[in-house]
């Protein structure tokens, strides 16, 4: 289980508060869309949550552990247990979408895997099995550098997957792709979540949020508007965000 009680941050020299005590209790398993204006502080939220920004106060408690108390062991469990996805993911740009899956995010692959590009045949199949049902299948073999911003965001989700990431952070995964495209890919994290407890917290458009998450948070100003199970929003919740 996953717990963040009063998280907040401020940045800045006038440390202007982006996120306002935050708080929620999350399962494994849930697929949560994250909603809200521009500058309502969905990025930082996942930022915070990958700990690559620093908390100003509150508490998160990820499997018992004390993550913000617990320092750098903290922090390292959550950057090899999680996989945060930013807008522009980071690729290796010469190499092939199969081998970004497979070599994985420098930090999280032994230096000899990445020297020697030496992977084991169930690692090859489960990377192709990802890159299908991302609907990159035909992209397997394609420079990383050759790729669009939406191909590069799957591949890069495909590499989360493939490496095993226990948490999915994805800041605005979709953004850029066709809606046929960007169904499913949705519908790949949500049976991931379903199939294999994942957990996926991602920035996503309204509309989308309806109609794959499982649990939707509204964002306005820093706060939780509301959080409440995925469905349509009504207009009054709209009108919150
Ligand atoms: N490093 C920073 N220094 C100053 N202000 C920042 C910094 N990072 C974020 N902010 C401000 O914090 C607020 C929230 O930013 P954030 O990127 O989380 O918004 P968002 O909801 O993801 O917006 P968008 O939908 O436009 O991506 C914004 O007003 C932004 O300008």
Redesign the pocket.
């Known amino acids: 289980m996953i717990r963040v009680e009063g998280l907040s941050k401020s940045?800045?020299a006038d440390r202007?508060p982006?996120?306002r005590d935050i708080q929620f209790d999350m399962q494994q398993g849930e697929m949560i869309g994250v909603v809200?204006?521009?500058?309502?502080?969905?990025?930082?939220?996942?930022?915070c949550l990958a700990m690559m920004e620093k908390w100003d106060s509150g508490r998160f408690t990820v499997d018992g552990a004390e993550i913000i108390k617990e320092g750098w062991s903290g922090k390292r469990k959550i950057k090899r247990e999680w996989a945060y996805l930013e807008?522009n993911p980071q690729l290796y740009p010469r190499r092939t979408a199969l081998k970004n899956v497979l070599i994985g995010r420098s930090g999280q692959t032994p230096l000899w895997r990445m020297v020697t590009g030496m992977v084991r045949s169930d690692d090859y199949m489960g990377a192709m099995d990802y890159l299908e049902g991302l609907g990159l299948l035909d992209k397997a073999h394609q420079t990383a550098e050759k790729l669009s911003g939406g191909e590069k965001q799957r591949v890069a989700i495909a590499r989360a997957l493939a490496h095993g990431a226990k948490v999915v952070l994805a800041?605005?995964p979709v953004i850029g792709l066709d809606p046929h495209t960007a169904d499913t890919v949705l519908e790949t994290l949500r049976k991931l979540c379903e199939e294999e407890r994942a957990t996926v917290i991602a920035?996503l458009p309204i509309e989308m949020a309806e109609k794959h998450a499982t649990r939707i948070w509204g964002?306005a100003g820093?706060k939780i508007a509301f959080d409440i199970r995925g469905r349509r929003l009504t207009q009054q919740e709209k009108n919150m965000i």
């Open positions: 940045v800045g202007v982006v996120l809200g204006s521009s500058g309502s502080g969905k990025s930082m939220l996942l930022k807008q800041d605005e920035v964002l820093g």
